[in-house]
């Protein structure tokens, strides 16, 4: 069986990226949550993403890093799903082309978003997944982000196969997918149309309808 993989963000989502308002939002309601009172800088180092940082923040708070970690993942996925919710945040004219590949083989969406928001999507805009593996609410989890290939090697030994694609929009997918064992599609969009493809990219598509006919 071949599978076709999905990344999510610049794929699927419009855009290449959470916007950092929806972390700086979900740090700010994970404190609140655990009634912590950090200083304006402490503040600042909770809405990014060194682990380090905020760790030394928690336990200068006197908070658990990993529960706050989780509070903040959980908060950003509500973020997120209500920007979706809303139209706030959209989707490529493409997709479509997703539900029609569906019919064809196995698919399945993996991105370094979270689980949380993976599974929304899915649901939300009615995709059939095979597997659906976004990053664990954990600093490991985060940690194993593309380009290492960690959840594109787990969601293809869910499925127990070793063929197929990893559509990405991004370096870091191409090589996380080239890693895995997969051919790879990188997938022009607006906000990469001045990025030179990846050379080890496998084959270069400019809509998610090309994939019609690459896969067969």
């Not at 993989?5 to 655990?34: K, S």
Request: net charge negative.
């Amino acid at each position: 069986m071949t599978v076709v993989l999905f990344d999510m963000d610049g794929v699927i989502l419009d855009g290449p990226r959470t916007d950092p308002r929806v972390y700086a939002d979900a740090a700010d309601a994970a404190l609140a949550e655990l009634g912590a009172e950090p200083t304006a800088a402490q503040r600042r180092d909770f809405r990014d993403h060194d682990h380090e940082l905020i760790r030394t923040h928690c336990e200068a708070l006197e908070i658990d890093p990993a529960r706050f970690w989780e509070l903040k993942e959980s908060h950003a996925s509500s973020g997120t799903h209500d920007r979706l919710r809303s139209g706030e945040r959209g989707t490529y004219d493409d997709i479509d082309a997703i539900h029609e590949l569906g019919e064809r083989t196995a698919i399945g969406l993996v991105t370094n978003n979270r689980q949380e928001t993976a599974e929304f999507v899915a649901d939300h805009f009615g995709f059939d997944f095979d597997v659906v593996r976004g990053r664990d609410p954990t600093f490991e989890g985060y940690e194993r982000r593309k380009p290492d290939p960690y959840y594109i090697e787990d969601a293809l030994d869910r499925l127990d196969v070793t063929d197929g694609f990893y559509v990405g929009d991004s370096p870091k997918d191409v090589t996380a997918g080239r890693a895995a064992g997969l051919e790879t599609a990188f997938l022009r969009r607006p906000h990469n149309r001045g990025r030179e493809r990846p050379s080890n990219a496998t084959d270069e598509i400019e809509s998610l309808t090309e994939l019609l006919s690459l896969v067969e």
